[in-house]
């Protein structure tokens, strides 16, 4: 199972927008949907393919409410999340799973809310402290070649 996780502006309530609209609402009425992160919907989809379509489906929305569209392919990483462009070049096959853990985003958890982002290369294997507040624990997002350097 692929999971998606879509992580609203912190300006929105995130389940209301997509379930409020007739259009969203279809698109997620097939799945089971959870909040594993404050003011996020995640759901899981039977593969990769599925999560970027998805994700394509919903770009309205995506483009209006969401500060994070985040999937998590067991394929590639079981604890690791991937970002939206840097899952569709996996699914397309322009980078292989194997290339795609260097550079990461990488979020601290606090009361349940992803909070700053920063941007780190992956150092002899070890991904490197967060250290822009004190956080509970972080998030990881491997990120596409133009995500990171954008």
Not at 112 to 127: D, H, I, K
Request: proline share 5%; charged share 30%.
């Amino acid at each position: 199972m692929t999971r998606v996780c879509l992580v609203g502006d912190p300006e929105v309530n995130l389940t209301y927008e997509l379930l409020s609209r007739e259009t969203a609402r279809d698109a997620l009425a097939t799945y089971e949907i959870g909040e594993p992160f404050a003011n996020s919907v995640a759901v899981d989809t039977v593969s990769l393919g599925a999560a970027v379509a998805l994700l394509n489906d919903l770009n309205w929305y995506l483009v209006r409410f969401v500060a994070e569209p985040l999937v998590l392919e067991p394929s590639v990483s079981t604890d690791e999340w991937l970002s939206r462009g840097l899952a569709r070049e996996v699914r397309d096959g322009d980078v292989p799973p194997e290339e795609t853990d260097q550079r990461l985003k990488v979020f601290g958890l606090v009361d349940g809310a992803l909070v700053e982002p920063m941007f780190v290369r992956r150092t002899q294997g070890s991904v490197p402290e967060y250290d822009l507040r004190d956080v509970e624990d972080t998030v990881v997002v491997r990120v596409s070649e133009e995500e990171f350097g954008g």
